[in-house]
């Protein structure tokens, strides 16, 4: 296997399952050339959120936040591919939907700080964790895409 190869969470929040903007989305991920490995709706739980985003807990906007998260059910997935966590924190953009670049997700489509549309894991030390968090080990998959080797170039291996 590819060294650089990675996995790496994904979270449709709620405010791009209630603007229909899951497709689209997905298929900036898919285009790309990242692997889908796991995908499942679910509705966050307390101890779910408070554990993802403990880095938050303190901060005065944790409670809507978490309004936020729960204001629908999410969808989580699971992406694979090589450098895939750098690559999706890219077409992912920055934190503030008003601050980050056209062309970006949120840059494309939100103009929030909060509801932002997307989490993407930041890095590989979280990617990790954060599959486990969300998804059992059955429910990630391993398979094998023709079009790996076109997408990504010999320099790669
Ligand atoms: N967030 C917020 N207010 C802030 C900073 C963050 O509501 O001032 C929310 C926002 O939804 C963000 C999430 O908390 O995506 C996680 O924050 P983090 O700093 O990890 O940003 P991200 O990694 O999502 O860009
Ligand atoms: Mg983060």
Do not use: C, W
């Amino acid at each position: 296997m590819n060294p650089k190869e990675e996995k790496t969470l994904i979270i449709m929040k709620p405010d791009a399952i209630q603007r229909s903007l899951f497709g689209e989305i997905l298929q900036r991920f898919e285009r790309k050339g990242l692997k889908i490995i796991g995908v499942k709706m679910t509705k966050i739980s307390d101890v779910l959120i408070e554990e993802h985003y403990s880095h938050l807990v303190e901060k005065p906007f944790f409670n809507t936040l978490k309004n936020y998260m729960q204001a629908s059910p999410v969808v989580l997935i699971a992406l694979g591919g090589v450098n895939a966590i750098s690559a999706t924190r890219l077409i992912v953009g920055p934190t503030k939907g008003h601050e980050a670049d056209a062309g970006s997700i949120r840059g494309d489509y939100s103009m929030s700080g909060q509801s932002n549309l997307v989490h993407a894991s930041d890095s590989a030390e979280n990617a990790e964790i954060e599959i486990k968090r969300f998804f059992e080990e059955s429910e990630l998959f391993d398979y094998e895409k023709p079009d790996y080797k076109l997408i990504n170039a010999e320099d790669h291996f």
